[in-house]
C-alpha cells in the first residue's frame, strides 16, 4: 500500500445513492410522477430493485429483503452483501489513491 495522498481525494460526481424500501411501485410513482426522473435499466441481481436517472446521478431502490438493510435505517444486518444497504457512492480520479487514504 503507498502512503496516502496529501490533500482532499477530490470527488468529481456523486454516482448514485441506493436507498431499502419496502414498496417499489409506490416509490417508483414518487421518483417519476413527482420528482420526474426517468426509470433506466437495471442489471440483474439476486434482488428486487428499481434504477431511475436524473442528470448524471442515479438513485438505485432495492426492495428490502432477508440480506438487506432495514427499509429507512442505514444499519445492515451482518448477512448484507455489498450493495444491499444503504449507500452514497461517489466518483473519484483515482480509486486507489482514494481507498489509500
Do not use: C, K
Request: charged share 15%.
Amino acid at each position: 500500500m503507498t502512503a496516502p495522498a496529501a490533500g482532499p481525494i477530490g470527488v468529481t460526481t456523486l454516482d448514485h445513492v441506493t436507498l431499502v424500501v419496502t414498496d417499489l411501485e409506490r416509490s417508483a410513482g414518487f421518483y417519476v410522477d413527482l420528482l420526474g426522473m426517468r426509470r433506466v435499466e437495471r442489471p440483474v441481481f439476486g434482488f428486487p430493485g428499481l434504477w431511475f436517472q436524473a442528470g448524471n446521478t442515479q438513485i438505485h431502490l432495492l426492495l428490502q429483503h432477508e440480506n438487506s438493510s432495514p427499509a429507512g435505517l442505514p444499519d445492515a444486518p451482518p448477512q448484507a452483501g455489498p450493495g444491499r444497504v444503504f449507500h452514497y457512492a461517489f466518483e473519484v480520479p483515482d480509486f486507489q489513491a482514494a481507498a489509500d487514504q
